[in-house]
């Protein structure tokens, strides 16, 4: 059974950084690319970075860009967003999301929860003083 399992989350001061885990079973890691997204209370869920498997191309959204880095570990079967300089609309909701290979395809990077196959439960992060 194919399961992501996020943690990490948490409250955190301004500027402050986290650590998001994202442990998946039930598959293999280095068949997929893997996710993250968040959304916040009244918005859409949005892509905030990904990492695929077939080339290790990464994206990031312009809004975290130079302040989040993705990584993955195959041998632990886990995928790790490194949150550092947060800001309060940070905070949400984040989610782990996997699809095969990779991130995007000849039209551009995969943006939309739609283009993912798998899926986490969440973890709530809040950037507050």
């Known amino acids: 059974q194919v399961q992501l399992v996020e943690s990490g989350g948490g409250l955190v001061q301004p500027g402050g950084s986290l650590r998001l885990s994202c442990a998946a079973s039930g598959f293999t890691l280095d068949y997929f690319a893997y996710g993250w997204f968040r959304q916040a209370p009244g918005k859409e869920r949005e892509a905030v970075s990904c990492?695929?498997?077939?080339?290790?191309?990464?994206f990031y959204a312009d809004s975290v860009k130079a302040r989040f880095t993705i990584s993955r570990d195959n041998a632990k079967n886990t995928v790790y967003l490194q949150m550092d300089s947060l800001k309060p609309e940070d905070t949400a909701v984040y989610y782990c999301a996997a699809v095969p290979h990779a991130c995007h395809n000849g039209n551009g990077w995969y943006t939309r929860p739609s283009e993912f196959d798998y899926w986490g439960q969440g973890t709530q992060v809040t950037v507050s003083s």
């Open positions: 990492i695929s498997s077939s080339d290790e191309s990464i």
